[in-house]
């Protein structure tokens, strides 16, 4: 099993993005999806989470900016990221819960990171 992400870059203040990260390999089932990022300096951060049954929180920094989504066929997780400032900074990453094939244990994957960077 592999999380690959995509959809980091450099945006102005006030501008979009919008990272993908899909689950590919033997997945089984896939259960609880976040999102997390870290700055230079500063320990990981939750920025948003998903379960199965499709409840999301968000951290009180990205409340009302940003928005996750999941795709359950396409096994997908999105993160979209408006009204984006300077301290959403850092490099993201994704986290997925995934029963593998032929095992009836849950097993946490990341993603390899993307680096999303606000500046003017």
């Known amino acids: 099993v592999r999380l690959v992400e995509s959809g980091g870059g450099l945006v102005q203040p006030g501008g979009s993005l919008t990272l993908s990260c899909a689950a590919t390999g033997s997945v089984y089932s896939i259960h609880d999806m976040n999102w997390y990022r870290q700055a230079p300096g500063k320990q990981r951060e939750l920025v948003a989470g998903i379960t199965s049954a499709g409840r999301t929180n968000y951290a009180r920094s990205v409340q009302g900016r940003f928005t996750i989504s999941r795709d359950k066929i396409k096994r997908t997780l999105s993160l979209q990221m408006n009204s984006l400032k300077p301290e959403d900074t850092a490099a993201y990453y994704c986290?997925?819960?995934?029963?593998?094939?032929?095992?009836?244990?849950?097993?946490?994957?990341w993603g390899q990171g993307t680096q999303v960077t606000v500046s003017s």
């Open positions: 986290n997925i819960v995934i029963v593998p094939v032929e095992e009836t244990v849950t097993h946490s994957y």
